[in-house]
């Protein structure tokens, strides 16, 4: 066991870093991009407090369509993008904008079923009340549904530790990285069932964390 500590201890601690940088960069930069993607598909809706057909139509087809494509395929697809953008594909740098299209328009899509579950005959009254569409998107449907919110977002933080997960076999690093180069090309079985470990504790950290959040504000 201190052999393999001595051995492995700095290399597993190293991806687990990678991984938590990549997870929470991404994660902040998507909740950014998510949350505005989710109030303007609620919004827009038919029965929205602004409604568009086209741009409801456009923001709902752009976000199936990323949403149909599995990670690792949207990760090669965009690699022009991610050069450009990035000036590398690989690292951590090369792996943050497409595992923000990965995860953006999915935290766009929770929050858009988080926001409708607030019941249409609140957002009435308060609209009858001469209070602004803007005051009752942001203080009364965002806050109605912050619980649901939080829940929403537990559920995308846990798949994008996936998603760097998978990111790793393109050299970006992390724990993902490790489990394939050590655990599985070198036949090291014992670094891969460490990386598979801790992976699982850190999901049942964010799972537990993500409870406990919402439970209280689904209490205020």
């Known amino acids: 066991m201190q052999t393999f500590i001595n051995t492995w201890g700095s290399v597993i601690w190293t991806g687990f870093g990678q991984t938590l940088a ?74 943050i904008l497409p595992l923000v299209v990965y995860a953006g328009p999915y935290i766009g899509r929770l929050v858009e079923s988080s926001l409708l579950e607030v019941d249409p005959g609140t957002i009435e009254a308060y609209q009858s009340m001469g209070i602004s569409n803007s005051n009752i998107i942001w203080r009364i449907m965002v806050r109605e549904s912050r619980s649901s919110i939080i829940r929403g977002l537990t559920i995308a933080a846990i798949g994008l530790i996936g998603a760097t997960a998978m990111a790793g076999l393109v050299g970006a690093g992390g724990l993902g990285d490790i489990a394939y180069q050590y655990g599985f090309q070198r036949y090291q079985p014992d670094v891969m069932y460490v990386t598979i470990i801790i992976l699982i504790v850190l999901v049942q950290l964010i799972q537990s964390i993500g409870n406990v959040v919402s439970a209280r504000l689904k209490k205020d």
């Open 22 to 95: 990549m997870t929470s960069i991404t994660f902040i930069l998507s909740i950014a991009i998510g949350i505005p993607i989710g109030v303007l598909l609620v919004v827009t809706r038919i029965d929205g407090l602004h409604p568009n057909k086209t741009v409801y139509s456009i923001t709902n087809w752009i976000i199936n369509i990323l949403r149909s494509l599995p990670f690792i395929i949207l990760l090669f697809l965009i690699l022009p993008i991610t050069k450009f953008v990035a000036g590398t594909t690989i690292g951590i740098r090369g792996v």
